[in-house]
């Protein structure tokens, strides 16, 4: 077996609040961001940093949980990381995680798994600049301040001397728990490390923190990471996209069926249903963005149920499909080639019938000639292209 060398830093992720102010009905570090948990991002930066020692805090009776996360995260890390349980406030979870330092640990970080999105470089900064002194990233404080009485302004404030503290806080690590147990035996509860260090009578500097270090603290914090998240390609906020393509010959039995309309005295086209090409199209559209496979898969022969369906009965169940899958559907741009049936005067009627089957989301459909070339031109059969937008609901 290959020794691993012990590092000699290390960083306690604690991650055991309730997250009573965002009130998700789990604790914050186990809510849902983009089908990463907080916790997750939090750890995807803490094992994108130089490798240190990682003890995460759990929320009592979630430490198997947090330990699937931390193993989904870690990677070749593993070995690095433990999880233990915290206690009823910050400063008692952050006791825990002290705990369970390795020996050879000399710097220690604390870090809040509320703060997401911190780089790696940051906590690389911090874990590179503690000295005798601790260090805190920090940002200027940008708005201005009032000191108030109840909702009386009593006076400005000079913000130049303020700054907003962030996390990981890097310290130390024998004065760090000496610090701590001054503090628990002087029953003093501290809202961040930096504090606690500070009542100590140790020194602590600052670095320049990152706005994308903030805490997730309320629903808008939460949908400040995920517009963050979804700004990125393949970030599963973004809007998706899906094309679908359909062919019908003519020579169908009965009327025309078509974009959801029956067209009377027009010749009807032939296929496993009704062959209502623009409706198909359309589903496949749909399916495609929102990774579901395709119309053969969930409509073909194997289903006779959808022999001679409309396309009210395969765009609704389409929908159904996407709203199970966690997909709202934003549009769908329609277009098919034929000679005929002449679609002008019907337009609005064809888009208000699919778009209802839809649920209410924008349908548009357009029909065009193809100056007598290829099948639609000899008058064949129709070809349509379907474009949808879908998105996360
Ligand atoms: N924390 C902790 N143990 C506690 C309380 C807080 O480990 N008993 C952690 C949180 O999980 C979070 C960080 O400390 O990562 C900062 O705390 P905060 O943002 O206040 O989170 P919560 O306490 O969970 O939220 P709230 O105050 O809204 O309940
Ligand atoms: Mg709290």
Redesign the pocket.
Known sequence: MTAHPTPTTAIIV?????????GAGA???LVDVDGRTVLRHALDGVFAAAPMQVVV?APPGREEQVDAEVTASAGERRHLASVVT?????Q??VAAGLDALHDDVRIVLVH???RALTPASQIDAVADSVTDAGVIPALAVVDTLKRVEGDDIAGPVDRSVFVAAQTPQGFPRAALQDAYAAAQAAGDDHTDDAALFSAAGGAVRRIPGSERAF?I?TPDDLERAQLLLGARPGGSCMPRIGVGTDVHAFGGEGSLWLAGLEWPGEPALSGHSDGDAVAHAMVDALLGAAGLGDIGQHFGTAHPEYAGAHADVFLARTAAMLAEAGFAIGNVSVQFQGNRPRFSARRAEAEEVLSTALGGAVVTVSATTTDGLGFPGRGEGIAVTAVALIHRS
């Open positions: 604690v991650a055991a609040g309730s997250g009573t102010r965002l604790p914050k570090a805090v915290g206690g009823t406030t910050r008692q979870s809040d798994a509320a805490k603290t």
